[in-house]
């Protein structure tokens, strides 16, 4: 093997290198641009035993979804669960009783 052939083999190696790297950005940039990058903010609050009582206990807990209210949508890559849009903002609260 002549230098000019192994000169040609480095170079077409090289141009593929480049090549696999800008199809990589491209797909990269185009997930990107399909769904977007975003967060949500979620919160809970609570207590187990919200009187202090021995005998039966008060447990109460306060929750807050996507307090931001962002419109988004996820995808899992999944052939069931598909595209599914973020949860508008919600607020939820539980009482339970323990005895």
Known sequence: MDASMRLGRAEEFKNYRATRRQ???????????????????????????????ERAKVT???????????EALY????T?????????RAFQAQVGLTF
Request: glycine share 10%.
């Open 60 to 70: 109460l807990r306060l929750t807050g979804i996507n307090l931001t209210n962002k």
């Open 75 to 78: 995808n899992f890559l999944s």
């Open 80 to 88: 069931f669960s598909g595209t599914h849009f973020v949860t508008p």
């Open 23 to 53: 199809t990589g950005r491209h797909r990269q940039q185009e997930r990107q641009s399909f769904l977007g990058s975003w967060s949500d903010l979620d919160a809970s609050v609570g207590t187990d035993n919200l009187f202090r009582s």
